[in-house]
């Protein structure tokens, strides 16, 4: 699989997406929601196709990448795989899986203990996905929604197209050992 090299990438078509206008700001997520608005919100940022997911699929695919989503055979079933470059790309909400350091997670006032449960829980069970695959050879990325957010949106996808760009993870690590012999 990792012989192709780059072809999975088509001409590189540049950052034309108007990435910025297709996202509009979001209400931070505060304890005034009843338990039927979260539920709603849940549900909304469970679905399968989550904005942001979707933002970032007509990105690559505009620029050329031939994707898969949900893939149900790999670990932890990746958002976004691109086989070629056999990358695997996960899109998180910062509360849910328990973003490090951002301001859009935490727990909850009320109900702590179900909460920490649920979201501790996530982030456990998207290190060890994200082990499993490396394990198997893949390169795993994770792109934060708030890396979406106006502000970030260019950067982050810049960075994202550049690294699945170079390549399937084994060529670069053939690279690394052959100037090191
Ligand atoms: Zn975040």
Not at 2 to 27: D, R, W
Not at 28 to 45: G, K
Not at 171 to 177: H, I, K, L, P, S
Request: proline residues 6%.
């Amino acid at each position: 699989m990792s012989t192709g090299g780059n072809s999975c990438l088509l001409p590189f078509v540049g950052s034309s997406f108007p990435i910025s206008a297709a996202i509009e700001s979001e209400p931070s997520m505060t304890d005034t929601f009843t338990t039927a608005e979260r539920s709603r919100l849940m549900a909304q940022i469970r679905s399968v196709d989550t904005r942001p997911e979707k933002l970032l699929r007509a990105f690559l695919s505009k620029n050329g990448l031939c994707l898969k989503t949900h893939v149900r055979i790999l670990p932890g079933k990746p958002d976004i795989v691109v086989f070629p470059c056999r990358t695997a790309i996960f899109v998180n909400g910062c509360f849910w899986h328990n973003h490090a350091g951002c301001k859009r997670a935490g727990f909850p006032a009320t109900r702590v203990d179900f909460w920490r449960r649920k979201i501790l829980g996530n982030a456990f069970r998207d290190r060890r996905n994200r082990a499993a695959l490396r394990k198997l050879g893949w390169r795993v990325i994770t792109v934060w929604q708030c890396q979406l957010a106006p502000k970030k949106v260019e950067q982050r996808l810049t960075s994202l197209l550049a690294t699945l760009r170079s390549g399937p993870p084994e060529e670069n690590e053939r690279a690394a050992r052959k100037t090191k012999n």
